[in-house]
């Protein structure tokens, strides 16, 4: 049996920065800077986040065995220089732009980490934990396969690059991860997709979900120009870029001029009109994506025999291809890692310490040890009502018996409601932890909620959450989807035939047509990204979902983050009534505490702040 260890594990310096706390195995707590510093994908050193995890455990920086960080700067450099190399004399003014970063900064990272730990912890750099780096991928992998329910599964992790490998293939057995093959730099699915979320106009690393979300209102019709000349795609899924089409490699934008000369177009201006053309290019770099992630997931299941999978890295955070790869049966379960991205690198890199380097036992249960990704902090009721009496909020505080019937009617009563409880969500979905909610049933709600609350765009489409024991009810989908990781298509029996007429609409003339009885979470294509809701995991937002049936006789929430576009999800009490305050949300919730907008304090209208947050 290994030692008892407390390892915390660091994500930083490129973006979605975060830190985890694992003790023997168990994850205790996690969390992204963003939260804390209200600066969306903050990048910088997360203090805030590790002082959470040490004050969740209980513990000082001198407690920690070991600090691991989830990747490799100085192979990350290596690759760096060999890209500008190999591109000279291209690139000059990239090159330029990147290296002082690196050589004052990132070059020298750890020494870095040594100095901001020690502020940190009150420290001599003598008296530090142990500093280890574990590589990219293999932080992805751990994250996916560790907390998994499986005992053995085949691991697929996709991202843009980390410092050589953009794609991975592993096999994971008890505590053990094998690597198996990858694909390297520049050739990468996820830079790929960014590559088109840069020319339809919207801001790479954040708004890929945004062309996940337009592509149903348009049609693929140009996926034969996309693998004719981008796309160099083999039976088994492996690929090459045509590299003589994109910029990232020297330049300081995604695509180049030929890029858009192949489309017709130079990229669309950010916030610029949405033209069924980039509904189209949308539809079909999705279609695109889920082609390569099927055959890639085919490969890897005929070279291991496992018939589990785990995801992770960026590109796992399309719903729409791993709902697709779930019904293509594939696998016959798949697992995703809720904190896919950079910032789930943290734990990864920490379980790969534990588990690899420590040697350290893993339990299978059956369930996943994420914990439904309640990571973060929470709060007591004296901390909640002493931010609310600063803030000057106008409050009841009622029991659960009383609050849950009485917000179950004020839901049916088509009002908007900011959902706030128990531990804050670990990754970039709120998952009834951090979250504003509404009645699905309401035609007006998806229009309402986008640009009345989140004052985003309105073809964007909301999120459904389920009790699980209930989700056959309503969703093509047999197991669970705690996340909010798995498109389903809705049953026929709750869907909406469109008519003749109807069907001939284009792009987002189609968002007016309801498609289900459920309208606000049913996408154009009968399509919805679902959360099941389990009383293991979230016992009093499947109470509040059950006390909505027992009003309804519907068992299914509309759950969107708590924030408005540009702002990181709420972290505090003061956050959830500022951000409450500051938009067109009728009623909130912070654990027993309920709040009436009617009944709050007038104050002065100010849409300054909406300058606050950068667009995402």
Not at 194 to 208: D, I, M, P, R
Not at 226 to 252: A, E, H, P, Q, V
Request: proline share 5%; net charge negative.
């Amino acid at each position: 049996m290994s030692p008892a260890k407390t390892i915390l594990g660091l994500s930083a310096y490129y973006h979605d920065s975060a830190a985890a706390l694992v003790q023997n195995g168990n994850i205790i707590a996690a969390a992204q800077e963003e939260r804390f510093t209200r600066k969306k994908h903050d990048a910088g050193f997360p203090e805030n986040a590790i002082r959470y995890c040490l004050a969740e455990s209980g513990l000082q920086l001198v407690d920690v065995d070991e600090v691991v960080f989830y990747d490799k700067p100085l192979v990350k450099f290596e690759r760096l220089l060999e890209t500008y190399l190999s591109y000279a004399p291209n690139g000059l003014r990239s090159f330029i732009a990147a290296m002082p970063v690196w050589l004052k900064e990132k070059l020298y990272l750890k020494n870095t980490l040594k100095t901001e730990l020690a502020h940190l912890g009150e420290l001599h750099k003598t008296q530090l934990p142990g500093l280890l780096f574990a590589e990219h991928h293999q932080s992805h992998a751990a994250s996916a396969f560790f907390p998994s329910p499986f005992e053995e599964a085949a691991v697929l992790c996709l991202d843009g690059v980390g410092e050589w490998a953009t794609t991975t293939a592993w096999l994971g057995e008890g505590n053990n991860l094998k690597p198996l093959w990858e694909i390297d730099f520049p050739h990468s699915l996820g830079l790929l997709y960014s590559a088109f979320t840069y020319y339809t106009g919207f801001k790479v690393n954040s708004g890929e979900y945004k062309l996940m979300g337009l592509a149903p209102y348009g049609e693929p019709t140009y996926v034969d120009l996309i693998l004719d000349n981008l796309l160099d795609l083999k039976s088994d899924g492996t690929f090459r870029l045509d590299m003589t089409y994109f910029n990232y490699c020297t330049g300081l934008t995604m695509t180049n001029k030929k890029f858009g000369a192949l489309f017709g177009a130079p990229p669309r201006e950010p916030e610029g009109e949405l033209t069924q053309r980039e509904m189209d290019i949308a539809a079909s770099i999705q279609q695109v994506t889920e082609d390569v992630v099927l055959k890639l997931a085919k490969t890897v299941r005929k070279e291991t025999g496992c018939k589990n999978l785990c995801l992770a890295g960026g590109v796992a955070l399309n719903c729409v291809a791993n709902g697709e790869l779930l019904r293509s049966g594939v696998f016959d379960d798949i697992w995703v890692q809720p904190a896919a991205g950079d910032a789930g690198g943290a734990l990864g890199a920490a379980l790969a310490a534990w588990h690899e380097r420590h040697e350290g036992s893993r339990t299978v249960n059956g369930a996943d040890s994420m914990r439904g990704s309640y990571l973060g902090p929470r709060y007591s009721a004296a901390e909640i009502r002493e931010q609310l009496d600063k803030s000057g909020a106008v409050y009841e505080e009622l029991e659960d018996d009383t609050l849950l019937p009485r917000l179950a009617n004020i839901l049916a009563n088509e009002n908007v409601v900011g959902w706030f409880q128990g531990r804050m969500e670990f990754g970039p979905r709120a998952l009834g932890g951090r979250s504003i909610i509404g009645d699905p049933r309401s035609p007006k709600m998806q229009s309402v909620m986008n640009l009345k609350i989140k004052y985003r765009e309105s073809f964007r489409p909301f999120a459904p959450s389920v009790l699980h024991e209930d989700v056959c009810a309503y969703f093509e989908h047999d197991t669970s989807s705690p996340y909010m990781l798995m498109v389903a298509p809705v049953t026929k029996e709750i869907r909406i035939p469109m008519s003749d007429e109807q069907q001939q609409l284009f792009g987002i003339e189609k968002l007016n047509v309801p498609r289900s009885k459920l309208p606000a979470i049913t996408h154009v294509d009968y399509s919805a990204r679902l959360q099941t809701v389990h009383p293991e995991t979230n016992p009093r937002y499947h109470g509040l979902i059950s006390a909505f049936k027992e009003e309804t006789g519907c068992s299914v929430l509309i759950n969107t983050s708590f924030n408005v576009r540009g702002e990181p999800i709420v972290c505090t009490p003061e956050d959830a009534y500022r951000c409450f305050m500051r938009t067109e949300m009728d009623y909130l919730v912070v654990e027993n505490f309920l709040l009436d907008k009617t009944q709050q304090p007038e104050i002065a209208k100010d849409d300054s702040w909406m300058t606050e947050f950068e667009l995402d």
